[in-house]
């Protein structure tokens, strides 16, 4: 999650003694936090701690945003600052807001005035021309079910100790650098011999770190992508230099271990999707969602339809009742229903709840932000969440020396992936729309339907009941008569059917005509274009 810091006692001390505490611990940071100055975006809750720590920064610019897409039920809003601070004020920020708020102190950061502006001004979860909506239907249990008894905690355990190892995962660091390596050897070493599979690093072009991405190559609808994450990348508050301790075993070892265990399942199971799949680890996610920002900003300049994202920040400690907290701002609540609905199905007995993290907790945000539909499951309860995170505490021991609370979220992440992941194009399937009409006629009178907009593929078909004796003429692209028609039934009642087939859109007309006095019903049934 954005940067944190824990002290039990701290909590109880005054504000005024916080902020002494504050300004000491941050005072020797140099070699993290550098005095050059950055554009970041805060929530107004955020803000109002921002101006207790550092009381001369004033917002450059202010607005009021949703939190949510218009006509989302958990549409909401917030005012979003966007202001210019030193990297060192950011560290304090993000610890004060933990301290203060008891939440993750979250903010997005801008590469120019110009561009923090641009990001102010864009409504949230503005919809992308091309993306269109899965159906989320669960059907793919054949496929899911068998998958989920095979993933082990132990793997979880063995991920989180390999990534905690290195002595920090910051964005600037050596260390942080070979943990992404370390990552892409990882998964390419795990995806050996699936020529469907590959592994590849996002370059940023303004830190050394790299995003890791896996992608599995859909078969038959591979244009539409499914995207589950977790950021590689973890920090000290007090100031991240080469040889700063920060294990980051939950922040977010945990996501990325959660993540790879749903990949071992799948490749276990010779899993092959119809939608292209891509499981990324981000880069510094702890600075501002930078590494996410990117990519998302990317794959919606390339026009890529992402269908859904699934973010995992945090799967490991569990510090709250329930098992898994969906968090509705800032995500998709259509997405999330879905993901609800996928934890009933196939992990009945976890208990969930809900919550709200706030602006730019997790790069979900950054997903978000660019219109695409995003979900974040997580342990715990916002204000009950870890608290050794972003210290030197933060280790596979401080989460009891157990994984099988990441094991949750594995098996999650490995149903969302493959119930999408299983999936034709991405829009609900067109149904066929019936209309019917009641009428009488007299001897010789003839009427007149149409036309019809009839889908290629589909077919057309015409149901008449009454009394007396109607006929029923049927034609595509014209009016019907009772001599130029392609479908026809003319016997001595009113009982009569008519059935077209359409290889591609057209028009089709329907005539009835009266051969005595008649009542009628007439039924289409039809494929809409």
């Given at each position: 999650?954005?940067?944190?810091?824990?002290?039990?006692a701290a909590?109880?001390?005054?504000?005024?003694?916080?902020?002494l505490l504050?300004?000491?611990l941050?005072?020797g940071a140099?070699s993290?936090?550098?005095?050059?100055k950055?554009?970041?975006?805060?929530?107004?809750?955020a803000y109002?701690q921002?101006?207790?720590v550092?009381p001369?920064?004033?917002?450059r610019?202010?607005?009021?945003?949703?939190?949510n897409a218009?006509g989302d039920?958990?549409?909401?809003?917030e005012?979003v600052?966007?202001?210019?601070v030193?990297?060192e004020q950011?560290l304090?920020?993000?610890?004060a807001?933990?301290?203060?708020l008891k939440?993750?102190?979250?903010f997005?950061?801008?590469?120019?005035e110009?561009?923090?502006q641009k990001?102010?001004k864009?409504?949230?979860?503005a919809?992308?021309?091309?993306?269109?909506?899965?159906?989320?239907?669960i059907?793919?249990?054949?496929?899911?079910?068998?998958?989920?008894?095979q993933m082990?905690?132990?793997?979880?355990?063995?991920t989180?100790?390999?990534?905690?190892a290195?002595?920090?995962?910051?964005?600037?660091?050596?260390?942080?650098?070979?943990?992404?390596?370390?990552?892409?050897n990882?998964?390419?070493?795990?995806?050996?011999?699936?020529?469907?599979?590959s592994?590849?690093?996002?370059?940023?072009p303004?830190?050394?770190?790299?995003s890791?991405i896996?992608?599995?190559n859909?078969t038959?609808?591979?244009?539409?992508?499914v995207?589950?994450g977790?950021?590689?990348?973890?920090?000290n508050?007090?100031?991240?230099?080469?040889a700063t301790?920060?294990p980051?075993a939950d922040?977010?070892a945990s996501?990325?271990?959660?993540m790879?265990?749903?990949?071992?399942?799948m490749?276990?199971?010779?899993?092959?999707p119809?939608r292209?799949?891509?499981?990324?680890?981000?880069?510094a996610?702890e600075?501002g969602?930078?590494g996410?920002?990117e990519?998302?900003?990317?794959f919606?300049?390339?026009?890529?339809?992402?269908?859904?994202v699934?973010q995992?920040?945090?799967?490991?400690?569990?510090?709250?009742?329930?098992?898994?907290y969906?968090?509705?701002d800032?995500t998709?609540s259509?997405?999330?229903?879905?993901?609800?609905?996928l934890l009933?199905?196939?992990?009945?007995?976890?208990s969930?709840?809900y919550?709200?993290?706030?602006y730019?907790c997790s790069?979900?945000?950054?997903?978000t932000a660019?219109?695409?539909y995003?979900s974040?499951p997580?342990?715990?309860?916002?204000?009950?969440?870890n608290p050794?995170?972003?210290?030197?505490?933060d280790t596979?021991?401080s989460?009891?020396?157990q994984a099988?609370?990441?094991l949750?979220?594995?098996?999650?992440?490995?149903a969302y992936?493959?119930?999408?992941?299983?999936?034709?194009?991405?829009?609900?399937?067109?149904?066929?729309r019936?209309?019917?009409?009641?009428?009488?006629?007299?001897?010789?009178q003839?009427?007149?339907?149409?036309p019809?907009k009839v889908?290629?593929?589909?077919?057309?078909?015409?149901?008449?009941?009454g009394?007396?004796?109607?006929?029923?003429y049927?034609?595509?692209?014209?009016?019907?008569?009772?001599?130029t028609?392609?479908?026809?039934?003319?016997?001595?009642?009113s009982?009569?059917?008519?059935?077209?087939?359409?290889?591609?859109?057209g028009?089709v007309?329907?005539?009835?005509?009266?051969?005595?006095?008649?009542?009628?019903?007439?039924t289409l049934?039809?494929l809409p274009?």
């Amino acid at each position: 999650m954005e940067i944190q810091m824990h002290a039990a006692a701290a909590s109880r001390m005054a504000p005024k003694v916080i902020a002494l505490l504050l300004a000491g611990l941050f005072a020797g940071a140099t070699s993290a936090a550098e005095s050059k100055k950055i554009w970041i975006t805060v929530g107004d809750a955020a803000y109002t701690q921002l101006q207790k720590v550092a009381p001369q920064t004033i917002a450059r610019e202010s607005r009021l945003s949703q939190t949510n897409a218009a006509g989302d039920k958990n549409a909401g809003s917030e005012k979003v600052h966007l202001v210019e601070v030193d990297e060192e004020q950011m560290l304090q920020l993000s610890a004060a807001i933990h301290h203060e708020l008891k939440r993750c102190g979250g903010f997005m950061f801008h590469a120019s005035e110009n561009e923090g502006q641009k990001a102010l001004k864009q409504p949230i979860a503005a919809s992308l021309a091309a993306l269109s909506r899965p159906a989320y239907v669960i059907d793919n249990q054949t496929l899911v079910t068998p998958m989920l008894p095979q993933m082990q905690d132990s793997n979880i355990a063995q991920t989180i100790n390999d990534l905690s190892a290195f002595t920090n995962r910051y964005y600037t660091t050596s260390s942080g650098v070979n943990a992404s390596n370390w990552l892409k050897n990882k998964w390419a070493g795990m995806a050996a011999g699936r020529s469907d599979i590959s592994v590849s690093q996002f370059t940023h072009p303004n830190w050394a770190q790299k995003s890791v991405i896996l992608t599995i190559n859909g078969t038959d609808n591979a244009a539409e992508v499914v995207v589950l994450g977790a950021h590689l990348d973890s920090i000290n508050s007090a100031g991240t230099g080469e040889a700063t301790r920060a294990p980051g075993a939950d922040d977010d070892a945990s996501g990325v271990a959660s993540m790879t265990e749903a990949l071992r399942a799948m490749i276990a199971s010779n899993y092959k999707p119809r939608r292209t799949i891509k499981m990324i680890g981000y880069a510094a996610e702890e600075v501002g969602l930078r590494g996410s920002q990117e990519i998302a900003r990317n794959f919606k300049a390339n026009n890529v339809n992402v269908v859904g994202v699934m973010q995992l920040d945090m799967t490991n400690y569990k510090g709250s009742p329930s098992d898994i907290y969906i968090y509705t701002d800032y995500t998709d609540s259509q997405q999330n229903t879905f993901v609800v609905n996928l934890l009933n199905t196939y992990l009945p007995t976890l208990s969930i709840g809900y919550d709200k993290c706030g602006y730019g907790c997790s790069d979900h945000a950054s997903w978000t932000a660019q219109g695409y539909y995003a979900s974040m499951p997580f342990e715990a309860a916002m204000s009950q969440d870890n608290p050794y995170i972003h210290t030197v505490n933060d280790t596979y021991a401080s989460s009891g020396n157990q994984a099988l609370h990441a094991l949750k979220f594995a098996r999650l992440a490995t149903a969302y992936a493959v119930e999408l992941g299983s999936d034709g194009p991405g829009v609900i399937p067109p149904t066929d729309r019936v209309e019917t009409f009641n009428g009488s006629l007299s001897s010789g009178q003839k009427k007149t339907f149409g036309p019809y907009k009839v889908a290629a593929g589909g077919s057309f078909k015409a149901v008449l009941s009454g009394t007396g004796d109607t006929d029923l003429y049927v034609r595509k692209a014209a009016v019907p008569t009772t001599t130029t028609f392609d479908c026809k039934s003319d016997g001595p009642s009113s009982t009569e059917n008519c059935t077209l087939n359409l290889t591609a859109n057209g028009d089709v007309y329907v005539m009835l005509n009266g051969y005595t006095a008649s009542t009628y019903t007439l039924t289409l049934t039809y494929l809409p274009q």
